[in-house]
């Protein structure tokens, strides 16, 4: 069991607000080697707004069971697979991607924009594939899906794509 404790000073993502801790709970995720994994997240309430927010660390993304590092081989084009995850698995984390790639490079342009990194005219010549106009933005050195995740997630921007069904 691993305690995760960032040393920065956390904003609400919805209103700025100050966080406080209110307590901990457990977040388990899996690694590239197929270990189950226990890591103990703060939980945080924004002091304006009242919402409960959970502090994760940049080897996971939202919703999801395995690590960033083990969706990050599957979704770059060319690398040889070596996560220990069935083939239906990588098949959903794929069509997850796909359908969410539009929508993370967007939220990554207007991110660019907003702190001026970016023109709105700058990116007229799109490379081919979804990944190389994410990668545009963030490049494409191992931690790439970190970087996507970190700046949509602390802005409010992500997309819960997790769903429960009621008998």
């Known amino acids: 069991m691993f305690f995760v404790r960032s040393k920065e000073q956390i904003q609400c993502p919805c209103c700025d607000g100050d966080l406080k801790v209110i307590g901990s709970r457990q977040r388990k995720y899996i690694n590239d080697t197929g270990e189950r994994v226990v890591l103990v997240i703060r939980r945080m309430r924004c002091i304006k707004c009242r919402k409960i927010h959970h502090e994760l660390p940049d080897i996971l993304v939202p919703y999801k069971r395995y690590g960033r590092e083990s969706l990050e081989v599957v979704l770059s084009e060319g690398v040889k697979l070596s996560v220990a995850a069935d083939e239906s698995t990588l098949k959903r984390w794929k069509n997850w991607f796909s359908k969410m790639a539009d929508y993370f490079n967007g939220c990554l342009k207007s ?10 005219e700058d990116i007229s010549d799109f490379p081919e594939s979804k990944l190389q106009r994410i990668r545009h933005y963030v490049g494409d050195a191992p931690g790439w899906l970190g970087r996507v995740v970190r ?17």
């Open 151 to 167: 700046p949509i997630v602390n802005l409010n921007l992500w997309v819960h794509t997790r769903s429960a069904f009621l008998a």
């Open 111 to 120: 991110i660019s924009i907003r702190y001026g990194s970016e023109s709105v």
